[in-house]
């Protein structure tokens, strides 16, 4: 089955940075890639989403990037501010019904003032 | 439209104790799932229903049946507890070749 990695699994950056978060997967079907942001007490949100016939994505201040060659997808956030702060979680998917998503065991951002 | 929702909020419940998680959800999604969160290990996979009537094994379904009662409902229930199964447990929903919409978590203590 699929099988998905994160890294890292906590960054901290000054607020104004850049952060970046990657994430690998394993089975090549997989074609549907979204990424939640979770914070302290609350239920994961998807903030953007990329599907496999789509190199990259933007909105706003976020982006997500895919490399289905090599099988691994990252979330870029500029101009990072403190309410980014929070629990990110990587998944991967294949789009059909009924699908499965699997998650990576999510990344820790903190955004220092 | 309150999306996905699930009750009940917080439990604790003693060691061999059974219980109930019921979810809902108003989107007229066909796929529905349970998972559970711990500290660390993301979000695993219990069971999830890709229709009305079907239930599939996730990651870890030891421990868990569930239930997909109509379109709208799917019941995750714990027949012996065990502190092994404390956790944070997330219902939630999906329209089918699309993303997952979350409920808000039910924090269940196991002791």
């Known amino acids: 089955g699929e099988n998905v990695e994160q890294h890292p699994s906590t960054l901290s950056v000054q607020e104004g940075d850049s952060a970046v978060i990657k994430c690998t997967y394993s089975?090549?079907?997989?074609?549907?890639f979204p990424w939640y942001k979770q914070e302290l007490g609350k239920r994961p949100q998807l903030i953007i989403d990329?599907?496999?016939?789509?190199g990259e994505k933007k909105d706003q201040r976020i982006a997500v990037t895919l490399n289905k060659t090599a099988k691994h997808f990252s979330l870029h956030i500029t101009e990072t501010q403190p309410e980014d702060s929070a629990v990110y979680f990587c998944?991967?998917?294949?789009?059909?019904?009924?699908?499965?998503?699997?998650f990576g065991p999510g990344t820790r951002l903190s955004v220092l003032p | 439209n309150a999306g996905v929702t699930q009750t009940p909020k917080f439990q604790v419940l003693k060691t061999g104790q059974s219980m109930t998680l019921q979810c809902a959800q108003d989107?007229?999604?066909?796929?529905m799932y349970w998972y559970r969160q711990d500290p660390g290990m993301g979000l695993r996979l219990i069971y999830y229903?890709?229709?009305?009537?079907?239930?599939d094994k996730g990651e870890v379904p030891n421990g868990y049946n569930v239930s997909r009662l109509n379109k709208r409902e799917f019941s995750l229930r714990l027949e012996s507890a065990a502190p092994s199964q404390t956790s944070v447990y997330f219902c939630a929903s999906s329209p089918g070749g699309n993303t997952i919409y979350f409920g808000e978590g039910s924090w269940l203590t196991v002791v």
């Open positions: 229903s890709a229709s009305e009537g079907t239930t």
């Open positions: 989107m007229n999604h066909n796929s």
């Open positions: 990329i599907r496999s016939n789509v």
């Open positions: 089975d090549s079907a997989s074609n549907y």
């Open positions: 998944a991967a998917s294949k789009m059909n019904y009924g699908q499965n998503f699997v």
